[in-house]
């Protein structure tokens, strides 16, 4: 009785540390027009020994478009791993977006087995330009003009120089 007791004390004052993971996602804004980059970036927070794998959300919203996806970056805070995925993705339509929990996959030690855990959901509103019949036509956005700067334009007039003396040398020449 007494060895049952002692046995039982030990294995109630072990600490059992449990690995733990965490996920959670997020947009720039709740309002977006028609075409705007959209940064999503989801931020996974786990212990070492766990593996985690790339979110995927090609086919999570019908309606979103997948633009780019940039380099997982792997940080490391208050003693657990952080890995951000950052994904740039855009809307063509006017509609209200809701994104459910994305499905991230890991795997724990050896263990082969793929787990997931999910982030939270997302909503955001995409909306569409206002228009006015009564005005003129004009682009969206204005055509950006790019300064030009002296040392540029003494670039390309030298380079004209440069053809047209050859192609004087050339003439004389032959």
């Known amino acids: 009785m007494v060895k049952k007791i002692i046995f039982l004390v030990i294995i109630c004052s072990l600490n059992f540390y449990a690995q733990s993971i965490s996920a959670e996602a997020n947009v ?10 959209i940064n999503l970036k989801i931020r996974v927070m786990y212990d070492e020994g766990i593996k985690v794998s790339n979110p995927l959300i090609k086919d999570l919203v019908k309606d979103l478009e997948v633009i780019k ?5 792997l940080l490391e805070e208050n003693g657990k791993q952080v890995v951000e995925f950052d994904y740039i993705v855009s809307v063509y339509d006017s509609v209200d977006i809701s994104i459910p929990g994305i ?3 890991f795997r724990t ?7 997931t855990v999910n982030t939270n959901p997302l909503s955001f509103t995409v909306h ?20 030009m700067d002296w040392q540029t334009i003494l670039l390309y007039f030298l ?9 004087y040398f050339l003439y004389k020449r032959y």
């Open 103 to 105: 499905p991230v996959g």
């Open 159 to 167: 380079i004209a120089a440069a053809i047209a003396g050859l192609a």
């Open 109 to 115: 030690g050896n263990d082969t087995t793929l787990q």
């Open 28 to 37: 720039d804004s709740a309002n977006y027009l028609v075409g705007d980059h």
């Open 69 to 73: 996806v940039e380099e997982p970056l």
């Open 128 to 147: 569409t330009l206002s228009v006015q019949p009564d005005e003129e036509i004009k682009d969206v956005k204005e055509p950006i003009k790019i300064p």
